[in-house]
């Protein structure tokens, strides 16, 4: 029996340092799954995750942002416990908070591409302020859109319910959240997305 032996092309440099980059991000918001503060009322407590969705995008654009919040889905999903209050397993990806959780890849994606205008990367601290704002908008209003809407039909709650359990409560924190993301990449002390 023969051994057949073929050359291998290497990975370039620049797929090694963005998937470095998407992990790290999907590692820092799995590191933020103890600090959560519970809300009267609300099965969704408040959380650090929706500041790194914002960084994904900003930081890694559409793609690589995107398959960072997928890597940190697939971790919980396997059981590690990086949700909300140290949580992990399958049961999470379809209970209460589910429609938040499922959003965030759709988030940072749509975020990157505003902010990138495109696939291709921009260094993010040289975008406009009123791009950046409004793609945090956007990907603020996707995620709680789904949140709410999921939480609304699997809860059976009216839509004035959900939103009031589901959104309201946290409009101040994204705000706050908002402005340290915008904050974090006009600082410019992350890595270039070039480097």
Known sequence: ???????VDRVSGDVVRQFARAALIAALIGASAPVTIPIPLSPAPI???????????LVLGPIWGTFSLVLYLAAGAVGLPVFAGMNGG???????TAGYLWSYPIAAGLIGLAVHRGTALRDPAAQPLPVVVAALVAGTVLIYGMGVGYMAWLLEMNLWEAVTAGALPFIPGEILKMAAAIAIVKSGRIVSVRS
Do not use: D, I, K
């Not at 029996?1 to 050359?7: F, K, L, N, P, V």
């Not at 959380?47 to 995008?57: E, I």
């Not at 399958?90 to 209460?96: I, N, S, T």
């Open 1 to 7: 029996m023969a051994t057949e032996r073929q050359s």
């Open 47 to 57: 959380t650090l995750q929706v500041l790194f969705v914002f960084l994904a995008g």
């Open 90 to 96: 399958p049961g999470v990806l379809v209970g209460q």
